[in-house]
């Protein structure tokens, strides 16, 4: 391939990724590197002289990590706004703690370990897996001047050294955890799904006289209980009939509803007493339908602006969401995908199949025009320079942070403009993990040359330990103090200590240990601020300690 760059930057880059990917899935007394086996693969590699043209090499790489954060995005982005609502204060508090940890072990490291500064700069980005902030600190080396050209490489040079033990550190900080507290993963991503019991259903008859002659919309409490009342059974006749919010009941009435096991038995001390009436079977003309939203109309729209229980003779009794069921609020707001279980008559479920779009075709086809648009503006959003008094140079989100957070935004939305912003989670997670893939062979590659003789030598060694020590204390020092004191579950740990190290990798890693991506939304609710905390802190202390 002498003379064919490209061909040769492909060969290697796939030989790189499939040995990666081979190294990933052996695993040994159940625990593997997951998808960093590709790190590794490419420092080998690297190692023995396989190389790639230097521009083909960044615009790969930084290309992959844009294809990873930017899916990440799309898909946590609706529940990203809620996990900052529930606990996201008190995540990104943890989090800017290991920063500020890891800051000043940082600058412990460079004043009295013996490393000097710049390598100390370099420590702080390769031991917590920020390149964004190595490159902050290199423009920021440039603007403070007179640096000598040997002693503006050691940032780099650290970070090379000390990136692959800041994986490892992560790594072994979540298996120390998980040992230190006896933790199933598998039992707490179950336990953090839905938060949460499933949802059943549950027949009840009225026999509280404060509720004779009263609508459905009018039930104190019902609202709190979080149940939905999908059918009714008059007292007077047998057929059953849609269980409209202005409904009337009647002593003797008995009604279908829908909740968790806590909420139906809350409802039934409002109502009467749990009968084995079944409603589902009883004859009347009433049924229920499956129907996914695909219809570009209602996305973004709530429950309650659809008003179906009004105009269409239906009503919508529960949401499943990815692999999470919820119970159907009015204020519940519908994204393309979600998959709606509707009451009502027939007609009245072919006109809310209508208006809901229902179309499996819609839902295997990705609309790439939105997807490139919310890249290029997420490209924009990072580049911009946000300036802070005190800080000569202006900090900027870079494309890492940019395109994460216009993904967030993007998909709260549902659209850029008229154009309906969908992705298959096929297709999602195809792409996500060719971004992962894409992006860790390229840093091991060029890690690869330097890696064993810096690492082997004594300096490079103390870099290597030094590393270690930024990695590990803050990490295991928040995670025990988060599970002891805080009771978190150790899929929100996870994806906090992930997030805190902007490191997908760990993110990839605690996913695949608890075959969930429960660790993500965490992860999602902490990595803009600590994107933004580990850029500013990595030039706040070349600029104090320079």
């Known amino acids: ?167 490892i550190g992560i790594i072994t900080v979540l298996l120390l955890l998980r040992v230190m507290f006896r933790i199933s993963p598998e039992r707490e991503a179950a336990a953090l799904r839905g938060g949460s019991e499933p949802l059943v259903r549950a027949s009840f008859l009225i026999e509280n006289k404060n509720l004779d002659g009263l609508c459905i919309a009018d039930i ?24 409209k919010e202005d409904a009337l009941l009647h002593l003797g009435d008995c009604v279908l509803a829908v909740g968790t096991p806590h909420g139906l038995e809350q409802f039934e001390k409002m109502v009467g007493v749990r009968v084995e009436t079944d409603l589902m079977r009883t004859l009347g003309d009433v049924d229920f339908r499956i129907v996914s939203v695909t219809q570009p109309r209602v996305i973004g729209r709530t429950i309650g602006d659809l008003t179906l229980d009004l105009i269409e003779a239906a009503t919508i009794t529960r949401v499943q969401r990815g692999d999470v069921e919820m119970t159907a609020h ?18 009245g479920l072919d006109r809310a199949t209508a208006l809901l779009g229902n179309s499996q075709e819609a839902l295997n086809v990705t609309n790439f025009v939105p997807i490139f648009l919310g890249i290029a503006l997420g490209i924009v959003a990072g580049a911009l320079p946000l300036r802070i008094p005190g800080i000569p140079l202006p900090v900027r989100l870079g494309i890492a942070g940019g395109p994460l957070l216009l993904a967030i935004f993007l998909s709260r939305a549902g659209r850029i403009g008229p154009m309906l912003l969908r992705m298959p989670p096929s297709a999602n997670l195809a792409l996500r993990e060719l971004g992962i893939t894409l992006f860790l062979a390229c840093v091991g590659l060029k890690a690869g040359p330097h890696f064993i003789p810096t690492v082997m030598s004594g300096r490079g060694a103390m870099w ?69 905390a580990r850029i500013l802190a990595a030039q706040i202390l070349v600029l104090s300690c320079s």
């Not at 104190?220 to 269980?243: D, Y």
Request: some cysteine.
């Open 220 to 243: 104190l409490g019902r609202l709190e209980t979080v149940v939905v009342i999908s059918r009714i059974l008059p007292a007077n006749h047998g057929e059953v009939v849609l269980a």
């Open 330 to 347: 009015d204020d519940t707001r519908l994204q393309f995908g979600d998959r709606l279980r509707i009451v009502g008559s027939a007609r």
């Open 1 to 167: 391939l002498v003379g064919q760059p490209i061909a040769n930057a492909v060969l290697v880059l796939s030989l790189v990724a499939a040995a990666g990917l081979l190294l990933a899935g052996v695993r040994v007394r159940g625990i593997g590197l997951g998808v960093a086996g590709v790190l590794f693969a490419g420092i080998a590699f690297g190692h023995f002289g396989f190389t790639i043209p230097h521009d083909v090499l960044d615009f790969t790489r930084e290309f992959g990590l844009i294809l990873f954060v930017f899916t990440i995005g799309l898909q946590l982005g609706p529940g990203f706004f809620a996990s900052l609502r529930k606990d996201g204060l008190h995540l990104n508090i943890l989090a800017l703690v290991i920063v500020i940890l890891g800051g000043a072990l940082t600058v412990l490291a460079g004043k009295i370990g013996g490393i000097g500064f710049p390598a100390a700069f370099g420590l702080f980005s390769g031991a917590t897996t920020n390149t964004p902030s190595l490159g902050a600190v290199q423009q920021t080396l440039a603007i403070v001047g007179h640096t000598p050209p040997e002693t503006a490489a050691l940032p780099a040079l650290a970070y090379a050294a000390t990136y692959p033990g800041g994986v």
């Open 464 to 532: 290597f330990a030094a590393g270690l020590v930024i990695t590990i204390v803050p990490l295991l020092a928040v995670g025990i103090w988060a599970r002891a004191v805080k009771k978190l579950n150790f899929m929100t740990i996870s994806g906090l200590l992930a997030g805190s190290m902007t490191d997908p990798p760990a993110l990839a890693f605690a996913c695949a240990v608890s075959k969930s991506d429960a660790p993500s939304v965490s992860y999602a609710a902490v990595y803009p601020l600590t994107m933004f």
